[in-house]
């Protein structure tokens, strides 16, 4: 199958994580990055968003829960582990902005993350200095599950539409409701497997996270609920996108930040 080995293909050599599906939006030439979204400040949100820079490069979002603590998502760092290469801004609304920005000390993992499988795409960030300012703010982490057709929000600085190239310039939010599991294991089924890790959400054909608003925040009530992981094309009618299911993933999480935490 096509798309099957454009899937395996990307995931191993792929630090984008969005595929993009021939014949998928094809009237859709002019969707924001964040598709269906509009553009809004890092303020109006909360400020707990945060831009990832590799290399001088915009790479992927990232969510302040502590103020040495970032979330983001694991594949974010495949390709990228030179931690003196990334830079961390936080309060920031465009790419062009300085903002604050902090260097990462540490980067830890799950061991159960695999690029084949994007099981446990989750990855917790230690900065090297405390996150505060004017206008940043954090979010919780999710403390339960929540029902499908809840709507939560979702915003990066991601792709214009499938198939782009380059990062836009402004932060964008949408909102999109949860999918049933057993939809989105039938949606993909073919294509990799749907986790007890993972949670789907996308208004089909109309809002959805894509390319480069890997890591980013899905949110509900304050509390990051779903970081963004991965999906075919963006906002497609037929592939919901897939997040991190942050309440699966906290005792890790929680684990973690603990263990980090203790050592500062």
């Known amino acids: 199958m096509v798309v099957q080995r454009l899937l395996v293909s990307f995931l191993l050599t792929s630090t984008l994580h969005w595929i993009e599906v021939l014949g998928e939006n094809k009237n859709d030439t ?53 931690k003196e290469k990334w830079l961390i801004s936080g309060g920031v609304s465009m790419l062009n902005e300085i903002g604050v920005s902090r260097r990462i000390r540490k980067i830890i993992i799950p061991k159960a993350f695999s690029m084949d499988t994007m099981e446990m795409d989750v ?28 709507s939560l929000t979702v915003a990066g600085f991601g792709m214009v539409k499938s198939g782009g190239t380059n990062p836009g310039q402004y932060l964008r939010q949408t909102t999109v409701p949860i999918d049933s599991k057993e939809y989105c294991r039938k949606a993909y089924r073919k294509i990799i497997a749907i986790t007890n890790s993972m949670l789907c959400a996308s208004e089909k054909g109309k809002r959805d996270a894509c390319t480069l608003d890997s890591g980013g925040p899905l949110v509900y009530k304050n509390q990051v609920c779903g970081i963004v992981s991965f999906g075919i094309g963006c906002a497609s009618s037929r592939y919901p996108g897939v997040y991190t299911d942050v309440t699966y993933a ?4 929680t684990k973690i930040i603990n263990m980090l935490m203790s050592q500062t």
């Open 123 to 150: 990855a917790v960030v230690l900065m090297d200095r405390p996150m505060v300012g004017n206008g940043i703010g954090k979010l919780s982490l999710c403390d339960k599950p929540l029902e499908v057709g809840r």
């Open 30 to 82: 002019h969707s924001p990055r964040v598709v269906g979204g509009n553009i809004v400040t890092n303020r109006e949100l909360g400020g707990y968003i945060v831009a990832m820079r590799y290399d001088g490069s915009f790479a992927c979002g990232g969510t302040l829960v502590q103020d040495l603590i970032v979330l983001t998502a694991a594949h974010c760092f495949e390709q990228r582990r030179i």
């Open 250 to 253: 906290k005792p890790f999480i």
